[in-house]
């Protein structure tokens, strides 16, 4: 009997982990994180906002436990939880199927990380977060509120991009001076929500220049044969200041091309792309920071009268401890197709950890 | 809604926001001063910040714990003005200051003989670093081993944040990893109290965490002299003479840390830390005081 390759992998972790079962009591720890928010809309006849309502949400469900095993082996598992309509029962005889918005957890992290094993490397296995948004994202500092330029292309724009947060593989990331830090990562490039469905992998590279104390540029690149002679390639460009005291300013800048996205009419491939400038402010430490941003989204370079701005602003403030953050913010779509009219919308985001 | 009026609340939002950050950047000029990191340090600094404040009205300042690696942490992402250590900065940390733009400038504020301690009962009166470092990897499991009772060792250590835990890895236990037998304590009472009920038991605290209230080696806790080598005599971390000419050989410098020139505030409470009323309240509480030639440097890092 063969195991299946999707089930080899947690078979190979159960195994792992009983292999250190005695030894699990070391360091471990416990956490939720939620992304909870209340949403209006502002405007009525926007492209979005036609059909929204006021409502109260939770944007991300994540619980994590993490065990440091040794100084240089630790292992995490990650669940997150979204309300994505799920198919709950199909009828076959009526043709139809019955669907339910409920909250369920599925598994986004769940990996063995080894430090060292070369001077400054970190090596992961099993399904982790993908280098294509990590260091964006720590930089903006507000996924809670927005998810940054790249991870959240689909949902402003509508198109699909080969661009996830998690994915099972391995990846290689390390440095070689402070001037220099590098990504390497294979992994099956469905993302976590499928298991893989070709026979191609996807292969990201990052590498992070910082030639000046607070000032950092990164290059990243992912690619992945779509069929035997189509491919889809992501490039992308990171640069962040961090030179003046409290105050960080970051650019996201990216271009996405897939050899099977053309233009109907003539057959033309057209690419996807767009960039970002954001900033924050801290006021007052753990207390009070402000934040902004702009984004630029083309979803069809053959296209005009497409592209989408996108401002977002607001505050972050933790009144009694920086587990309980509210975070009210204001989106401002623009869209270049003048029969499309804008969309406002205020939130109420509230972090919570513990 | 036109492109003239998406403008229009673009620009009344961005005056929002500049009011905003006009007034926010008013109200940080008044906050305090932020201090995190070592759980070591935290009882010194507390004490250190209340003697300051009843010397200054007006002058706010806030002690947390956490460890060392979240004070160098806090200061990394701009959460503390001075940061709490008691182990040196990791390269991974000193590279992302520099990624983050941070310039951490290095203060000496005490000195610690960090002490390893068993129960009261135990009658071992001597370990050398090599006997401690085996001892900590797990390498040797029972007392009769070293020339105690045949009782098996029961080891307690702090967590991997803590600035003691990465001191003890690199200057005892040759960068090597722990037992995965110790029990990861959050804190330096933690292990105080479980030597006090643990007959097998070996720790490893700050010299400020052995006396009780009247100045007294708390009851029920032995400290275990240490040597360098089976040759070398061994020292306590109580005595000031061997602490200071470095023959006492698990003794550390007491650090903090700020982001580039301290600011007004912070360097004020800087100075009053090195100055001879600060360092009598760090002997006072068990610490020892710093070296002129850091002293030197602490001015030079100031300026």
Same mark, same amino acid.
């Given at each position: 009997?063969?195991?299946?390759?999707?089930?080899?992998?947690?078979?190979?972790?159960?195994?792992?982990?009983?292999?250190?079962?005695?030894?699990?009591?070391?360091?471990?720890?416990?956490?939720?994180?939620?992304?909870?928010?209340?949403?209006?809309?502002?405007?009525?006849?926007?492209?979005?906002?036609?059909?929204?309502?006021?409502?109260?949400?939770?944007?991300?469900?994540?619980?994590?436990?993490?065990?440091?095993?040794?100084?240089?082996?630790?292992?995490?598992?990650?669940?997150?939880?979204?309300?994505?309509?799920?198919?709950?029962?199909?009828?076959?005889?009526?043709?139809?199927?019955?669907?339910?918005?409920?909250?369920?957890?599925?598994?986004?992290?769940?990996?063995?990380?080894?430090?060292?094993?070369?001077?400054?490397?970190?090596?992961?296995?099993?399904?982790?977060?993908?280098?294509?948004?990590?260091?964006?994202?720590?930089?903006?500092?507000?996924?809670?509120?927005?998810?940054?330029?790249?991870?959240?292309?689909?949902?402003?724009?509508?198109?699909?991009?080969?661009?996830?947060?998690?994915?099972?593989?391995?990846?290689?990331?390390?440095?070689?001076?402070?001037?220099?830090?590098?990504?390497?990562?294979?992994?099956?490039?469905?993302?976590?929500?499928?298991?893989?469905?070709?026979?191609?992998?996807?292969?990201?590279?990052?590498?992070?220049?910082?030639?000046?104390?607070?000032?950092?540029?990164?290059?990243?690149?992912?690619?992945?044969?779509?069929?035997?002679?189509?491919?889809?390639?992501?490039?992308?460009?990171?640069?962040?200041?961090?030179?003046?005291?409290?105050?960080?300013?970051?650019?996201?800048?990216?271009?996405?091309?897939?050899?099977?996205?053309?233009?109907?009419?003539?057959?033309?491939?057209?690419?996807?792309?767009?960039?970002?400038?954001?900033?924050?402010?801290?006021?007052?430490?753990?207390?009070?920071?402000?934040?902004?941003?702009?984004?630029?989204?083309?979803?069809?370079?053959?296209?005009?009268?497409?592209?989408?701005?996108?401002?977002?602003?607001?505050?972050?403030?933790?009144?009694?401890?920086?587990?309980?953050?509210?975070?009210?913010?204001?989106?401002?779509?623009?869209?270049?197709?003048?029969?499309?009219?804008?969309?406002?919308?205020?939130?109420?985001?509230?972090?919570?950890?513990? | 809604?036109?492109?003239?009026?998406?403008?229009?609340?673009?620009?009344?939002?961005?005056?929002?926001?500049?009011?905003?950050?006009?007034?926010?950047?008013?109200?940080?000029?008044?906050?305090?001063?932020?201090?995190?990191?070592?759980?070591?340090?935290?009882?010194?600094?507390?004490?250190?910040?209340?003697?300051?404040?009843?010397?200054?009205?007006?002058?706010?300042?806030?002690?947390? @714990?956490?460890?060392?690696?979240?004070?160098?942490?806090?200061?990394?992402?701009?959460?503390?003005?001075?940061?709490?250590?008691?182990?040196?900065?990791?390269?991974?940390?000193?590279?992302?200051?520099?990624?983050?733009?941070?310039?951490?400038?290095?203060?000496?504020?005490?000195?610690?003989?960090?002490?390893?301690?068993?129960?009261?009962?135990?009658?071992?009166?001597?370990?050398?670093?090599?006997?401690?470092?085996?001892?900590?990897? @797990?390498?040797?499991?029972?007392?009769?081993?070293?020339?105690?009772?045949?009782?098996?060792?029961?080891?307690?250590?702090?967590?991997?944040?803590?600035?003691?835990?990465?001191?003890?890895?690199?200057?005892?236990?040759?960068?090597?990893?722990?037992?995965?037998?110790?029990?990861?304590?959050?804190?330096?009472?933690?292990?105080?109290?479980?030597?006090?009920?643990?007959?097998?038991?070996?720790?490893?605290? @700050?010299?400020?965490?052995?006396?009780?209230?009247?100045?007294?080696?708390?009851?029920?806790?032995?400290?275990?002299?240490?040597?360098?080598?089976?040759?070398?005599?061994?020292?306590?971390?109580?005595?000031?003479?061997?602490?200071?000419?470095?023959?006492?050989?698990?003794?550390?410098?007491?650090?903090?840390?700020?982001?580039?020139?301290?600011?007004?505030?912070?360097?004020?409470?800087?100075?009053?830390?090195?100055?001879?009323?600060?360092?009598?309240?760090?002997?006072?509480?068990?610490?020892?005081?710093?070296?002129?030639?850091?002293?030197?440097?602490?001015?030079?890092?100031?300026?």
């Amino acid at each position: 009997m063969s195991l299946k390759p999707r089930l080899a992998m947690p078979v190979v972790f159960a195994l792992v982990l009983a292999l250190f079962a005695p030894r699990l009591s070391a360091q471990q720890t416990f956490k939720t994180t939620i992304y909870f928010d209340f949403s209006s809309p502002l405007t009525t006849d926007g492209a979005k906002t036609a059909s929204l309502f006021n409502q109260f949400n939770f944007r991300r469900a994540y619980f994590t436990h993490e065990n440091k095993i040794n100084d240089n082996l630790k292992f995490r598992f990650r669940y997150d939880a979204d309300n994505t309509a799920n198919i709950t029962s199909v009828d076959f005889a009526k043709s139809s199927v019955k669907k339910d918005d409920k909250l369920r957890p599925f598994m986004k992290h769940l990996y063995l990380e080894y430090s060292n094993l070369l001077p400054n490397t970190v090596i992961r296995v099993g399904m982790e977060e993908t280098i294509t948004f990590k260091l964006a994202e720590d930089r903006w500092g507000y996924r809670s509120v927005a998810k940054t330029l790249t991870d959240g292309y689909k949902d402003i724009t509508g198109v699909d991009i080969d661009a996830t947060s998690a994915d099972l593989g391995v990846s290689l990331t390390g440095s070689l001076s402070k001037y220099f830090r590098y990504g390497i990562q294979v992994v099956n490039g469905v993302g976590y929500s499928h298991a893989e469905n070709d026979k191609y992998k996807k292969l990201l590279f990052q590498a992070q220049l910082v030639p000046l104390a607070g000032f950092s540029l990164v290059g990243y690149m992912d690619y992945e044969k779509q069929t035997d002679t189509q491919k889809a390639l992501t490039y992308k460009i990171d640069t962040t200041f961090e030179m003046v005291r409290n105050l960080t300013v970051g650019l996201e800048w990216f271009r996405y091309r897939n050899d099977r996205n053309t233009v109907a009419a003539t057959g033309e491939r057209y690419d996807v792309g767009g960039w970002s400038l954001f900033g924050r402010y801290i006021v007052n430490p753990d207390k009070l920071s402000l934040f902004a941003r702009y984004d630029h989204y083309e979803p069809n370079t053959r296209m005009s009268g497409d592209q989408i701005n996108l401002v977002i602003a607001g505050f972050d403030w933790a009144p009694f401890s920086t587990t309980f953050r509210i975070q009210p913010n204001i989106w401002l779509y623009n869209y270049e197709d003048s029969a499309k009219k804008n969309d406002v919308f205020l939130a109420l985001t509230v972090f919570m950890e513990f | 809604m036109s492109t003239r009026k998406f403008l229009f609340i673009l620009a009344k939002g961005l005056l929002v926001g500049l009011l905003i950050f006009g007034v926010g950047s008013l109200l940080a000029q008044k906050k305090m001063v932020q201090i995190k990191g070592s759980d070591t340090m935290v009882n010194l600094v507390q004490i250190l910040a209340e003697e300051y404040m009843d010397r200054n009205p007006g002058a706010l300042l806030a002690v947390l @714990g956490g460890g060392s690696g979240t004070g160098i942490s806090a200061l990394i992402n701009g959460t503390c003005d001075i940061a709490n250590h008691s182990r040196e900065w990791k390269q991974k940390e000193i590279d992302q200051a520099w990624e983050k733009g941070v310039k951490p400038r290095f203060f000496v504020v005490a000195v610690d003989g960090l002490s390893i301690v068993v129960h009261a009962s135990n009658p071992v009166n001597k370990l050398t670093m090599a006997q401690l470092g085996a001892i900590y990897r @797990g390498e040797v499991k029972n007392w009769k081993a070293v020339g105690g009772a045949d009782r098996k060792i029961s080891l307690y250590g702090r967590q991997s944040n803590s600035g003691t835990y990465v001191f003890m890895q690199e200057h005892v236990l040759g960068n090597r990893n722990y037992s995965t037998d110790m029990k990861e304590m959050n804190g330096n009472a933690q292990i105080i109290e479980g030597m006090l009920s643990d007959e097998g038991g070996l720790g490893y605290v @700050g010299v400020g965490y052995l006396f009780d209230e009247q100045g007294q080696v708390r009851k029920g806790i032995k400290i275990v002299p240490i040597a360098k080598d089976d040759k070398s005599p061994a020292y306590l971390p109580t005595d000031k003479i061997a602490v200071n000419e470095g023959q006492y050989p698990v003794a550390r410098s007491l650090y903090q840390a700020t982001n580039g020139k301290p600011s007004a505030a912070a360097a004020s409470f800087l100075k009053f830390e090195m100055s001879p009323e600060g360092q009598k309240i760090v002997e006072r509480e068990g610490f020892f005081t710093i070296k002129p030639k850091d002293l030197v440097q602490n001015e030079k890092n100031l300026q």
